[in-house]
């Protein structure tokens, strides 16, 4: 829909194997083994040290999940592709790569639970600072970062408050004081967000949602742009001397990957290859049905605050357009009275499936405070700021006049 737009060219339902299949199998095949074999030492060798890009041990890499990263790369545009076991796999590895003891992440703290969770407890015992500011605020950005600011990280459309995040802006400061903008594009897939063309270096998605098509599986991806000088990073400053603009994506291949070891089953890649293949369809169609239930909700009398940003009115409408044209994904949230009719609501459901995850085929419910981020102190509620009369709908691939009418018989 917007590929001349974003141009980058999506050949996700034509892509072959590299080599031909001994049976001519129309789908990549699953190899499922642990372990791959040489007929010499010399070729051994060579394919430990990387020089014949031949695999051998489905840690580091396998030809099914390389086939899934192959076809990342064409329909994203990124320079290279790895695939792991899950987004939060993803986003800790990504971090695992740059982060170092002494420096900070400048961040919001409107984030994904699991991402809060990870900046605010699991990094700090390594001593690394969650900076958290509002990134809307181009000043408060740059006077967070420091020379020790590792990367600027944000999701592209906030999860759940929906804040469309002006990239174009937010990289442009990153890049003046030499940090990378990591961005966690999730919430929209290609070619719909083009990361370097509003100046994210490092994405990084939960394949989990949108790609996997149906909730078949876990799955994450780091995308590596290769847009980034990391010659002044401490973690990978010498590596540029021999790789360039490739220094992350070797230390990430070569060693973060390899010890992490959190690198895609292939039966995973082997589902979300499938899930690729109807993405642009099921994007299409479930970002038209969330307009059209964003519209509805707002007529509903008892339904406070609808926000979705492909709704004109919404504060977000102008950046989110201009990034990602008229679908802006499948997710939005509504208030209702409090939180005791938001559970009302919740259990009277018919279609609409009570279930946490985004991008199903199903139609998704969840109150998010009492569930993402009810394991949370009060202090840390307060700070993340979900409010307790907000839900969270993912839309489906229903007719949308069946979700409408579930809706109204559960507001009775
Ligand atoms: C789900 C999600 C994640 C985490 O992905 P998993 O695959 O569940 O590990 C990260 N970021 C966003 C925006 C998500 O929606």
């Not at 401490?234 to 690198?263: C, D, H, W």
């Not at 394991?375 to 307060?382: D, G, I, V």
Request: aromatic residues 10%.
């Amino acid at each position: 829909m917007k590929q001349e737009q974003n141009n980058i060219a999506t050949p996700i339902m034509c892509a072959h194997f590299p080599y031909k299949d001994a049976h001519g199998s129309i789908s990549m095949p699953i190899y499922s083994g642990a372990a791959f074999e040489f007929d010499t030492a010399e070729e051994m060798e060579d394919a430990f040290l990387g020089k014949s890009g031949k695999h051998t041990y489905s840690r580091i890499s396998n030809p099914t999940v390389e086939f899934f990263e192959n076809r990342i790369k064409e329909a994203s545009g990124a320079a290279h592709v790895l695939a792991v076991s899950s987004g939060m796999a993803a986003i800790s590895t990504v971090f695992m790569t740059i982060a170092y003891a002494g420096s900070n992440i400048v961040t919001s703290p409107h984030l994904f639970g699991n991402t809060f969770s990870l900046f605010i407890f699991t990094l700090q015992a390594f001593g690394v600072e969650a900076r958290f500011c509002n990134l809307l605020d181009k000043e408060e950005v740059e006077r967070n970062i420091d020379d020790k600011t590792c990367a600027v990280f944000t999701e592209i459309i906030t999860n759940p408050h929906m804040e469309a995040i002006d990239l174009k802006m937010l990289s442009q400061i990153a890049h003046k004081k030499g940090v990378p903008l990591v961005a966690d594009s999730t919430i929209v897939p290609w070619p719909h967000f083009n990361a370097s063309k509003l100046g994210v270096d490092l994405e990084v998605v939960s394949s989990t949602k949108y790609l996997s098509g149906g909730a078949t599986s876990i799955g994450g991806l780091i995308l590596d742009h290769q847009t980034f000088d990391w010659s002044r990073s401490p973690r990978l400053g010498k590596l540029t001397q021999m790789a360039g603009k490739r220094a992350f994506q070797v230390k990430l291949r070569a060693e973060i990957s390899r010890n992490m070891g959190a690198y895609m089953s292939p039966h995973t890649a082997y589902l979300q290859n499938l899930g690729l293949e109807t993405l642009e369809l099921r994007y299409a169609k479930t970002s038209a049905s969330c307009l059209e239930l964003a519209k509805f909700l707002q007529t509903i009398p008892a339904v406070k605050n609808v926000n979705y940003n492909g709704l004109k009115d919404n504060p977000f409408y102008a950046v989110s357009h201009a990034q990602y044209g008229d679908c802006p994904g499948a997710m939005l949230t509504f208030a209702l009275e409090d939180r005791a009719t938001c559970f009302a609501f919740i259990n009277r459901l018919k279609v609409i499936r009570r279930a946490t995850n985004l991008f199903d085929n199903k139609t998704l419910i969840i109150h998010p405070l009492s569930t993402i981020y009810v394991t949370l102190s009060p202090e840390y509620k307060k700070m993340v700021e979900v409010p307790d009369n907000m839900l969270r709908l993912s839309v489906g691939l229903e007719n949308p006049e069946d979700l409408k009418a579930d809706i109204l018989q559960a507001l009775a």
